[in-house]
């Protein structure tokens, strides 16, 4: 029998229920006695199902995952599980699981590099045992409870009101310096009170002419 694999593709032949070897990309004669199971090496992308942790304060918030992973050892990713894929998920479910329960709820958020890397990092090694790359962990979403999330909201439209008070807080203060200013040179200068009262009578005066 001819099969023919594609540059990312792989073979794992077996022969009698043994494995005699991996194939690469091109065309290839085996007999019908052996058995050739086709493998995608490429690396893909996965979005895991979000799973609901507890924090360390007792929060549970919903996280999500995002692996990129590829098949670096074909005989071994045939092998070593029924499911790899599956295998895979459990592991970093549990790894994200772990880092999670080490922090706070207002933390988590902030911390998603930090937690995708430490969900990397345990995980990598037993996935290579899979005959797996986990080349990427990614946090892609972290979901508060609905109470936290209007609590959050609140505060933050407690804050914006609370500058916009301060702005006009602010601005009185200064139209007041500008008042007492002013006054604080009439004081000094009584002329100026003239002054200004000639330039008000000569701005009626043009309007009228106009």
């Given at each position: 029998?001819?099969?023919?694999?594609?540059?990312?593709?792989?073979?794992?032949?077996?022969?009698?229920?043994?494995?005699?070897?991996?194939?690469?990309?091109?065309?290839h004669?085996?007999?019908?006695?052996h058995?050739?199971?086709?493998?995608?090496?490429?690396?893909?992308?996965?979005?895991?199902?979000?799973?609901?942790?507890?924090?360390?304060?007792?929060v549970?918030?919903?996280?999500?995952?995002?692996?990129?992973?590829?098949?670096?050892?074909?005989?071994?990713?045939?092998?070593?599980?029924?499911?790899?894929?599956?295998?895979?998920?459990?592991?970093?479910?549990?790894?994200?699981?772990?880092a999670?329960?080490?922090?706070?709820?207002?933390?988590?958020?902030?911390?998603?590099?930090?937690?995708?890397?430490?969900?990397?990092?345990?995980?990598?090694?037993r996935?290579?045992?899979?005959?797996?790359?986990?080349?990427?962990?990614?946090?892609?979403?972290?979901?508060?409870?609905t109470?936290?999330?209007?609590?959050?909201?609140?505060?933050?439209?407690?804050?914006?009101?609370?500058?916009?008070?301060?702005?006009?807080?602010?601005?009185?203060?200064?139209?007041?310096?500008?008042?007492?200013?002013?006054?604080?040179?009439?004081?000094?200068?009584?002329?100026?009170?003239?002054?200004?009262?000639?330039?008000?009578?000569?701005?009626?005066?043009?309007?009228?002419?106009?």
């Open positions: 029998m001819k099969h023919t694999l594609m540059p990312w593709e792989r073979g794992v032949v077996f022969r009698h229920g043994k494995l005699t070897e991996v194939l690469g990309p091109g065309r004669r085996r007999g019908f006695r058995q050739v199971r086709r493998l995608d090496v490429r690396p893909r992308s996965q979005t895991q199902g979000w799973q609901d942790i507890p924090t360390s304060d007792g549970l918030i919903r996280v999500t995952l995002v692996l990129v992973w590829s098949i670096s050892d074909p005989a071994q990713y045939v092998q070593a599980a029924a499911t790899p894929e599956v295998e895979l998920h459990l592991l970093t479910q549990i790894a994200l699981r772990t999670v329960l080490t922090r706070a709820h207002d933390e988590v958020d902030q911390s998603r590099e930090t937690l995708a890397a430490e969900t990397l990092a345990s995980v990598a090694p996935a290579a045992d899979l005959g797996i790359d986990l080349r990427e962990v990614a946090v892609r979403d972290v979901v508060m409870p109470e936290l999330r209007k609590a959050a909201l609140a505060e933050i439209l407690a804050r914006s009101e609370a500058r916009a008070a301060l702005e006009r807080a602010r601005g009185e203060t200064a139209a007041l310096r500008s008042l007492l200013n002013a006054a604080r040179l009439a004081e000094d200068h009584p002329a100026l009170l003239q002054l200004r009262a000639l330039q008000t009578a000569n701005t009626v005066v043009l309007e009228r002419n106009r």
